[in-house]
Nanobody
Framework: QVQLVESGGGLVQAGDSLRLACAASGRTFSAYAMGWFRQAPGKEREFVAAITQSGYSTFYTDSVKGRFTISRDNAKNMVYLQMNSLKPEDTAVYYC????????????????WGQGTQVTVSS
């Protein structure tokens, strides 16, 4: 099992940057593919980005390509989401999640979730 704790959210203005972090417990962090998801008020949770166990491959939803970067540090049991050029539509609670085997954009394929961190982007 793995436990996940997100941090780094906050209130920023459009065009600003934030770096989210997700700390994972357990000795087998490198065995998990990791993902970031977000949920805006009144909307379903949606995929944002994912990274393979090695960190070699990354995947993004179209709306964040070129602005967000997912990365991981297996030695520190950490996964990050660097968010640049933030827009008001990026406002949401951001969650990190872990799954075995390959990455996925589907929320129901991730077994472990953090509690979320709020990101609010003002115009």
């Amino acid at each position: 099992q793995v436990q996940l704790v997100e941090s780094g959210g906050g209130l920023v203005q459009a065009g600003d940057s934030l770096r989210l972090a997700c700390a994972a417990s357990g000795r087998t962090f490198s065995a998990y593919a990791m993902g970031w998801f977000r949920q805006a008020p009144g909307k379903e949770r949606e995929f944002v980005a994912a990274i393979t166990q090695s960190g070699y491959s990354t995947f993004y939803t179209d709306s964040v390509k070129g602005r967000f970067t997912i990365s991981r540090d297996n030695a520190k049991n950490m996964v990050y989401l660097q968010m640049n050029s933030l827009k008001p539509e990026d406002t949401a609670v951001y969650y990190c999640a872990a799954k075995t085997y390959g990455t996925s954009m589907r929320t129901d394929e991730y077994a472990y979730w953090g509690q979320g961190t709020q990101v609010t982007v003002s115009s």
